[in-house]
């Protein structure tokens, strides 16, 4: 498939290029750092930014939050149908 955008650059405020699957995990990074979240099953969210600092969110209802991170924590995470957007 061609793909005429190819030469473009691409910002936090352009399409997403993908999704993965998140996993939370105590000991385990994402394969690639995320620019957004969807939580399909509301809750709280742990993770580690981008720049290394690790939060947690309050009460959050499903939806699509901006959060660029490298990691979803297990711990302290209670949101499920969780979605990462590259």
């Known amino acids: 498939m061609s793909d005429p955008f190819k030469h473009h650059s691409s910002g936090l405020d352009s399409p997403a290029l993908g999704a ?7 000991s385990a ?12 099953g509301g809750g709280t969210l742990a993770f580690v930014g981008v720049d290394g ?7 959050l209802p499903a939806g699509t939050y901006a959060l660029r991170a490298s990691s979803i924590r297990a711990t302290g995470t209670t949101a499920t149908d969780i979605t990462g957007w590259i």
């Open 20 to 26: 993965l699957a998140v996993t939370p995990s105590d």
């Open 29 to 40: 990074d994402l394969a690639t750092a995320i620019r957004d979240v969807t939580i399909g």
């Open 53 to 59: 600092t690790t939060c947690t969110t309050g009460e």
